[in-house]
């Protein structure tokens, strides 16, 4: 079931897999983006109708206060405590992300960095195969968290034009100000431009399938996005003292995500890929989705190494999303890992936590982008700005360097606006 590389007598580097989109996609991407912008809510409404079933002609796109309010009554109370429970958890971590306002004073130049939320945000949560509320939380928190005034919620409506009770009471607890019923290409593209439904926002997260990462690619630059998502990823290095049984059902958790998900076992010990094979079996036997994990473990691979510095390179040299460490000696392993995107350490923190909000947001950079990519944090909701005031002492003692600068450039008008000041100043 585990495709098996041995690494232990060669120094071959693991690469991530490649987000990569089928220019048919693209064309698909561009034509909707392209009528969005053009027809606005006509175009979404028939697109929708195309695509996912529901006329919302008459219903409208947007959840009504009705709709949420049924959905409160509908959300059985065990499940709207666990929401509440993530959503408390998603706060307290996300509030200790934010960037902090500061100012200064030296010799007579004061500066410092305002903070100030975006005005409005896009949070897209897919559907299809599963019901999300814990990405409706993850997206909605940290702008919520933020103090972003308007925090829209796209998501795909079920065929009869509704949305899911979990994903609405999800979405007005986590402090979402609307929810629209669209979803795939033409949901980014109302986010981009805006139509008479769906206001326009200034920065757009969370995963999506091809076409919605394809879009949020194309719109990028136009808005802000949070990174485009490739399949979910899972790295997990075992020691010889791990339990097979727990690390079988760790893969056939990532596996269940979806067929494309991608797991990899890295070892040291040869036997303990077999007796992993031993317990996946059992596993995979009694999996709820057990279509969809074997697909997903057909791709999935062992990795054998020689020692723990060579586990360290291939978890570096893949960056996954997520990384379990399972081994005795976890905390100084971990130390030594530059590029992941979470990290789970010891045998009782397997990824499903994560995915829930103990003390991690699951909006994570995939395809090896975890070299240079955070995941979603509080912080992709502000905006940083410098703020420089100069008295005229401190403006007349700085224009001689500044001007030297800007004309060893050839920017003499630069110069000239520095240099004014001083001789006026001068002058007095």
């Avoid at 059902?249 to 979806?258: F, G, R, S």
């Amino acid at each position: 079931m585990l495709e098996l590389l041995d690494l232990r007598d060669r120094r071959e580097r693991l690469e991530p897999r490649r987000l990569e989109i089928d220019p048919d996609v693209s064309a698909t991407v561009r034509d909707a983006i392209e009528r969005v912008r053009r027809e606005g809510d006509a175009a979404l409404l028939e697109l929708t109708l195309r695509f996912d079933g529901p006329d919302l002609r008459e219903r409208g796109l947007v959840a009504t206060p009705d709709e949420f309010a049924a959905a409160f009554d509908t959300v059985p109370v065990e499940l709207r405590s666990a929401i509440d429970a993530l959503v408390e958890r998603l706060i307290d971590l996300h509030t200790r992300q934010l960037p902090v306002e500061w100012r200064d004073e030296r010799d007579g130049v004061r500066f410092g960095e305002r903070v100030t939320p975006l005005r409005a945000v896009g949070c897209y949560v897919p559907g299809g195969r599963a019901v999300y509320p814990s990405s409706v939380a993850m997206t909605v928190v940290p702008a919520f968290v933020a103090g972003v005034g308007q925090i829209v919620v796209c998501t795909p409506p079920r065929s009869d034009g509704s949305i899911h009770p979990l994903v609405l009471y999800a979405a007005k607890r986590a402090g979402a100000t609307t929810v629209v019923k669209a979803g795939g290409a033409q949901a980014i593209a109302a986010l981009t431009f805006g139509t008479d439904s769906v206001p326009s926002v200034d920065k757009i997260v969370g995963p999506g399938n091809a076409f919605v990462t394809e879009a949020k690619r194309q719109v990028s630059g136009v808005v802000g996005i949070d990174g485009l998502a490739g399949a979910t990823e899972l790295a997990i290095v075992a020691g010889p003292t791990a339990d097979v049984r727990w690390l079988a059902a760790d893969l056939v958790a990532q596996a269940e995500h979806d067929p494309d998900a991608i797991a990899t076992l890295v070892v040291l010990d040869p036997d303990l890929v077999e007796a992993v094979e031993k317990a996946l079996e059992a596993e995979v036997a009694k999996a709820a989705r057990r279509d969809v994990v074997e697909v997903a473990l057909a791709n999935a691979r062992a990795v054998i190494v020689k020692d723990l510095e060579q586990a360290v390179d291939a978890v570096n040299d893949l960056a996954p999303e997520h990384l379990h460490v399972a081994i005795d000696d976890a905390a100084s392993f971990v130390s030594a890992v530059r590029a992941a995107g979470a990290i789970f350490v010891g045998p009782f923190t397997p990824v499903p936590f994560g995915d829930y909000g103990v003390a991690s947001n699951h909006v994570l950079p995939t395809s090896g982008t975890a070299r240079f990519a955070n995941g979603l944090r509080s912080s992709d909701f502000v905006r940083v700005t410098s703020v420089v005031e100069m008295t005229d002492e401190a403006a007349a003692r700085l224009a001689p360097e500044v001007s030297a600068l800007a004309r060893s450039e050839g920017l003499i008008g630069h110069a000239r606006a520095v240099e004014i000041r001083a001789e006026d100043e001068g002058g007095k």
